[in-house]
């Protein structure tokens, strides 16, 4: 039997989240909860594949000057698939490509969640591959397996002795107020001349809509807020998705006294992964110092690639 390609409507939501949820690769930034609040940015072209009659798969995508994309408005997308769907992926990429040919769109780009995440993202990259796609990005993203023993460098826990953390608190909440308008908006302005992928309106609204989901961690030093890292929680993986630090956290690496903290915590909770996100420029270079930070801490590397298939080539 032929899979059968239909294009995302509003009325499959329900549809759509419930298939994310059980998923063998899927997360909530995947959920229309959570993509569709900047949909007036993009022009949504995501797909449903069935195969008699069965979701066996969704692709978040959006569609611009002839070329359709992997949702670019999200960290990853890709081919979010059904266990049953897990023998079937090679047929699965055939039905996208016959389906992006009948479009006549020049291009076809997807980027998967990092391997660490679901190593089925390791099968579907290779079938990608296999069926012509090219990398055209390589991150290279830092993560820590929670499940094994985390191997902080002594340059980091060293401060835990010598008493550059004495008197640090910690407030867990879904207050983002202040670590926007004090911290991350200025700092962000200040050393990278940029602004956060979202506003604190967007993430008070998201938060709203996922708020076991998507958590603030402050570090204080008595009423002075020196740092925090906002993290979305994706079942067992935790991501850092915004880390920032005031200058006077800078001094005292406010920043690393969070992620250790986190990370004790979040393992005991029987996370498996902290994502610290990838340590690449904008133009791809690595930053050294921010690489050199988080190994520190414990990271390891992945290279995370972006997929790409021209009809042209």
């Known amino acids: 039997m032929r899979l059968q390609v239909q294009k995302y409507h509003p009325e499959n939501a329900a549809e759509w989240n419930a298939f994310v949820k ?10 229309r909860d959570f993509m569709d609040y900047h949909q007036e940015r993009f022009e949504d072209h995501s797909l449903m594949l069935y195969l008699e009659g069965q979701l066996m798969c969704c692709i978040p995508a959006h569609v611009k000057a002839g070329v359709f994309y992997s949702h670019r408005g999200l960290s990853y997308a890709g081919l979010v698939i059904s266990a049953a769907a897990v023998s079937i992926i090679d047929r699965i990429v055939d ?9 006549a769109f ?11 995440y679901q190593r089925i993202n390791k099968e579907i990259a290779a079938v990608l591959q296999y069926k012509g796609f090219i990398s055209n990005r390589k991150l290279h993203n830092q993560s820590v397996a929670l499940d094994q023993e ?16 004495e008197g640090l608190r910690i407030e867990v909440s879904n207050d983002f107020k202040s670590f926007w308008e004090e911290v991350l908006l200025p ?28 958590v603030q961690y402050n570090v204080y030093r008595e009423d002075a807020l020196l740092a925090g890292i906002t993290f979305f929680i994706k079942g067992e993986i935790v991501k850092s998705q915004y880390t920032a630090s005031s200058p006077e956290g800078l001094k005292t690496d406010a920043v690393a006294y969070v992620y250790m903290e986190a990370m004790k915590e979040f393992k005991e909770k029987g996370c498996s992964i902290m994502d610290y996100g990838p340590v690449n420029e904008k133009g791809g270079s690595v930053n050294k110092g921010l690489q050199r930070f988080k190994k520190q ?17």
């Open 22 to 31: 059980q998923s063998v690769n899927g997360s909530f930034l995947l959920e």
């Open 95 to 103: 039905a996208l490509l016959e389906y992006v040919n009948g479009c």
């Open 106 to 116: 020049a291009k076809a780009e997807l980027q998967l969640p990092p391997v660490a």
């Open 150 to 165: 985390i191997q902080v460098s002594p340059k980091k826990s060293i401060r835990y002795r010598n008493g550059k953390y």
């Open 187 to 214: 700092q962000l302005a200040a050393r990278y001349h940029s602004k956060p992928v979202h506003s604190l309106a967007e993430i008070e609204l998201l938060a709203s809509r996922f708020p076991e989901n998507i």
């Open 297 to 313: 801490l414990g990271c390891q590397e992945e290279i995370w690639e972006r997929w790409e298939f021209d009809q042209n080539i």
